[in-house]
């Protein structure tokens, strides 16, 4: 089954304590995002990746890091997550580029205190 | 700046009832549109899309969207909704210029009551 999967689904942590939520899809597409989904404030693109190797900087990337090591997985790394970034993360990802759907994962809601 | 604006963030209907949820841009150039859905407790799937051609589009579960050029809108539209038509819808803009840019609007949770 095509899909993007995310691990993990919830999180709960501390201020200060790095985590890495992890993305993966098995649809050979060249393009991969994350966003944080905000009430009120719809989805804003964290870091987004055109191929592998290849990384960028979407709207709202202060506090995040992404690698693209390979096709299939971009990891978001949290070095020292803050209350601010509490909020439900998709990972996405599309044939090339975001001008063709996109495919969400499932969200990882994480809750930093 | 170029921006996606969802007038109704809250819309509450009776099953049955017509369903318009309003969708506007501020790009003049060459766009993709989009139209997905979020589901209570699901992820974002795709309803519809246009890219060119006939500016009337048809989706999943009997969805509907036109694109006015002149007016900058793309409208979702359902003559009769569900119960589970109950969701987040979330337009979302891919603008054709330096490089290319997708705007999420702020999406319009809908509530259909049985």
């Known amino acids: 089954e095509a899909q993007v999967t995310q691990n993990p689904r919830y999180l709960i942590t501390v201020t200060g304590k790095k985590l890495t939520v992890t993305c993966s899809q098995n649809?050979?597409?060249?393009?991969m995002s994350w966003y944080r989904q905000d009430p009120g404030l719809g989805l804003r693109q964290i870091y987004y990746?055109?191929?592998?190797?290849?990384?960028d900087k979407g709207d709202v990337p202060e506090g995040y890091k992404v690698s693209r090591k390979e096709k299939r997985n971009f990891p978001l790394i949290l070095e020292s997550p803050s209350p601010n970034q509490t909020s439900l993360y998709f990972c996405a990802s599309s044939l090339s580029g975001t001008k063709h759907e996109q495919y969400f994962g499932p969200g990882t809601r994480l809750t930093v205190t | 700046a170029q921006s996606v604006s969802q007038h109704n963030h809250h819309v509450i209907l009776s099953e049955a009832a017509s369903l318009e949820l309003g969708c506007n841009y501020s790009?003049?150039?060459?766009?993709?549109l989009f139209w997905y859905v979020q589901y209570p407790g699901q992820h974002l799937q795709l309803l519809l899309k246009?890219?060119?051609?006939?500016?009337l589009v048809k989706g999943i579960k009997g969805f509907e969207a036109e694109f006015i050029k002149s007016k900058f809108s793309f409208n979702l539209r359902k003559p009769s909704v569900q119960w589970s038509d109950t969701a987040e819808y979330f337009c979302?803009?891919?603008?054709?210029?330096?490089?290319?840019?997708?705007?999420f609007g702020q999406g319009t949770e809908l509530s259909v009551k049985p």
């Open positions: 246009y890219f060119s051609g006939d500016p």
């Open positions: 649809m050979n597409h060249e393009y």
């Open positions: 790009y003049g150039g060459t766009v993709n």
């Open positions: 990746s055109m191929n592998v190797e290849v990384t």
């Open positions: 979302a803009v891919f603008i054709y210029n330096q490089g290319g840019k997708l705007i």
